[in-house]
């Protein structure tokens, strides 16, 4: 059979395939995470404060967690759930915010957005394995037992407001960077995944080894020889 073509029906046809290919492109809900990909479930419409969801991510009267959406909200709709209580802070692909959701916020303002999942990251999703549990870089190591982790926050958190929770588990906060949202603290190394758990924390990492100093004169005087 031979189809013949005009110049209309291969537009038309063109814009169906394309058109239906980015259908598919917004349907992948799957969520590309440092730690890997997750597919978060479809349970926005049946969430509510009463779920243990919300008991587990609330520190200070606030819940941190993560909210996809069918399709991401416009600026507008994103300043308008502000307003209401829902601040959608750090973009993560597919379709989805972390987010800071205060005790008074009408979780109904997230249907009429469109949202498709709230869910929370668990402690395993926060950091590698190596960061988690594995041996401890030597360079992380500045007291016997313990290990000095970058912990970054959904939102900007003094030390003072997340100091107790740090010190139950043994550890002390030893520096803080609120520019970037990020704290280093040293933790008793056993603790790592429970540091990782607290509600607060969006993602933890090992601290960056110390800077080398360059052989200066070694070049130098390298240069010297070629020339």
Known sequence: MKFNFTRPGFLLLWVLITGSLHAQLLTDYTLLLQ????????NARNITRGNDLFNKSRFNGKNYLLIQFNSIPPFQEREALKLAGI???????NHAYTAVISGE?????LNNAGARSIFALTAAQKGTTEVLSG???????KQTGYADI???TYEKLSAASINQAINRLGGSIIEETPVFR???VRIPSSKRMELAALPFVQSISSIDPPNQPE???GRSLHRVNVL
């Open 215 to 217: 052989n200066l004169l």
């Open 135 to 141: 041996p401890v870089l030597p360079h992380a190591v």
């Open 150 to 152: 970058n912990i970054l």
């Open 182 to 184: 990020m704290l280093t």
């Open 35 to 42: 730690t890997g990909s997750y597919l978060p479930p479809e």
């Open 105 to 109: 916020a009408d979780l109904n303002r």
């Open 87 to 93: 601040e959608l802070i750090d973009y993560i692909p």
